[in-house]
C-alpha cells in the first residue's frame, strides 16, 4: 500500500519567487492537510483540504494558498517567498479523524 | 488559548536507562491524543492514539498513557535505534488551528 507521496523532496527558490508543492495522497483518503516545521515553531498548521474544499486554515499569510484535484492529491503554493519560509512542508492525509499518515515532506530553502 | 506543550526539549539517556516523556495539553473538547516518532529529514510516523483518561497503549519498549491533562510515553531499556523526536498532538474539532495540535517535540538521544 503505497504511502503519502510529496513532490519534490528538495527545492532551493531565490526571495521573490513562487513555488509549488505536491502531495499526494493514501488511495482512498480524501483528507490531505498541510504543516510547515521549523526548528523554532514546530509543526504549524496551514490549512486542510477535504473532496476539493479547504475546511480550515491556519494562521499564515495569504501568500501560502492550497488546493485539491478530484482524484484528492493537493498542491500548495507559496508566492513572493521570504528568507523566513524555508522549513519543512509536510502533508498528512486521512481516512477518518483518529488516523493522519504523513508524508516526508519537501525541504524548502529560500536564499 | 489551546496549546501542548511537552518535556524535556531534549534527553539523552544510555542503553537500557528508562525514561519518561510528557505532554500537557490545555485544550476544550479534546477527542483523542498521538503520538509520533520523527527521524531527521522525515516524516513523523504514527506510534499510538489515545482517547480517554486512563487508556494505556505499548508497542515494544514504547507505553503510552493518558490522563485528564497530560500523557506520558514510556521508554523502557532504549536502545540506540530509538534515538528520534517524539511528538505528542492533541486532535478535536473546530479549533482555528486545525484537527491537531502538536508540541515542539522532544529530542531523544540513547547512547551505547
Known amino acids: 500500500k503505497a504511502g503519502v507521496t510529496q513532490t519534490p523532496r528538495y527545492l532551493i ?11 499526494s495522497p493514501i488511495s482512498g483518503h480524501r483528507s490531505v492537510s498541510w504543516y510547515q516545521q521549523t526548528p523554532g515553531q514546530g509543526l504549524q ?32 503554493n507559496v508566492s513572493t517567498l521570504e528568507l523566513g519560509d524555508s522549513a519543512l ?21 529560500v536564499v | 488559548e489551546d496549546q501542548v506543550t511537552q518535556s524535556p526539549e531534549a534527553l539523552r539517556l544510555q542503553e537500557g536507562e528508562s525514561s519518561s516523556l510528557n505532554c500537557s495539553y490545555t485544550v476544550s473538547g479534546l477527542r483523542g491524543l498521538f503520538w509520533y516518532r520523527q527521524d531527521p529529514g522525515k516524516g513523523p510516523e504514527f506510534l499510538f492514539t489515545l482517547y480517554s483518561a486512563g ?7 514504547l507505553k503510552a498513557t493518558l490522563t485528564k491533562k497530560e500523557s506520558f510515553l514510556h521508554i523502557t531499556a532504549p536502545k540506540p535505534e530509538d534515538s528520534a523526536t517524539y511528538l505528542c498532538a492533541v486532535f478535536y474539532y473546530g479549533g482555528s488551528q486545525g484537527n491537531l495540535i502538536f508540541g515542539k517535540g522532544t529530542k531523544l538521544s540513547v547512547k551505547p
Open chain 2, 55 to 61: 487508556e494505556e497503549k505499548e508497542k515494544e519498549r
Open chain 1, 89 to 109: 512542508y509536510l502533508c498528512a492525509s486521512s481516512l477518518t479523524a483518529d488516523g493522519y499518515t504523513f508524508g516526508s515532506g519537501t525541504r524548502l530553502t
Open chain 1, 13 to 23: 527558490k531565490t526571495r521573490g519567487q513562487q513555488v509549488t508543492l505536491s502531495c
Open chain 1, 45 to 76: 498548521f496551514l490549512f486542510e483540504y477535504f473532496s476539493e474544499t479547504q475546511r480550515n486554515k491556519g494562521n499564515f499569510p495569504g501568500r501560502f494558498s492550497g488546493r485539491q484535484f478530484s482524484n484528492s492529491r493537493s498542491e500548495m
